[in-house]
């Protein structure tokens, strides 16, 4: 059994910062790709940022230079940091990574965390 637990979410005042975590946890043999995703109300599912196993990243454009995102392979663990908040960045933040499990080494598997809920208050 495969589990991301992300952390690190609340309530914060606009310019203000974050952290997020995601650890993943479970019969792991290896990681890919590792990412966070954001869904606000009424808005589907989009990408914010991700970090292959080789510590190449990629940003949407709405957070490039604002968010910084980073991994711990040890720990199979990444972070989310996120300066100068705003309201637009309100949404439960979801991580995600490509995983293969013991039980099934050549298969790679997408699996998703339970979401943390960013709200940025003006």
């Known amino acids: 059994q495969v589990q991301l637990v992300e952390s690190g979410g609340g309530l914060v005042q606009a310019g203000g910062s974050l952290r997020l975590s995601c650890a993943a946890s479970?019969?792991?043999?290896?990681?890919?790709?590792m990412g966070w995703y954001r869904q606000a109300p009424g808005n589907q599912r989009e990408l914010v940022a991700r970090i292959t196993d080789g510590g190449s990243t990629n940003y949407a454009d709405s957070v490039k230079g604002r968010f910084t995102i980073s991994r711990n392979n040890a720990k199979s663990t990444i972070y989310l940091q996120m300066n100068n908040l705003t309201p637009e960045d309100t949404a439960v933040y979801y991580c995600d990574a490509v995983i293969s499990a013991f039980q099934a080494k050549d298969v790679m598997s997408e699996y998703w965390g339970q979401g943390t809920q960013v709200t940025v208050a003006s």
């Open positions: 479970g019969r792991i043999f290896s990681i890919n790709a």
